[in-house]
């Protein structure tokens, strides 16, 4: 079963940038469509950034214009740029894998089979 395995958050005030990155124990699962989601305590956990095996990308309305989501090819991992941080950014960010190619880049964590273990990402004021 492939592993995912986020790195690159921390903590950064308001206004400050962060780049996550997720990489897959099989490489081949870096060309599978992918999603970044993020989790607060006693709310559900909420897609953010997808990514399709064409490239294609979608956004949730509370990061567009400010996060990115992209890779180079199928060896690298996938990344999470993010800027302009806000302090209701703070959350648990994961990534997660369909498994599979596919043409829609969805934020629906129902979607995904596959979710790494997590890394927190905290904004100050």
């Known amino acids: 079963q492939v592993q995912l395995v986020e790195s690159g958050g921390g903590s950064v005030q308001s206004g400050g940038s962060l780049r996550l990155s997720c990489a897959a124990s099989t490489y081949t699962y870096n060309n599978f469509c992918m999603g970044w989601f993020r989790q607060t305590p006693g709310k559900e956990r909420e897609g953010i950034a997808a990514i399709d095996s064409d490239g294609s990308t979608s956004y949730a309305d509370s990061v567009k214009g400010r996060f990115t989501i992209s890779r180079d090819n199928a060896k690298n991992p996938v990344y999470l740029e993010m800027n302009s941080l806000k302090p209701e950014d703070t959350a648990m960010y994961y990534c997660?894998?369909?498994?599979?190619?596919?043409?829609?880049?969805?934020?629906?964590?129902?979607?995904?089979?596959?979710w790494g273990r997590g890394t927190q990402v905290t904004v100050s004021s």
């Open positions: 997660a894998n369909r498994g599979l190619r596919c043409r829609f880049p969805s934020l629906a964590p129902s979607a995904y089979p596959y």
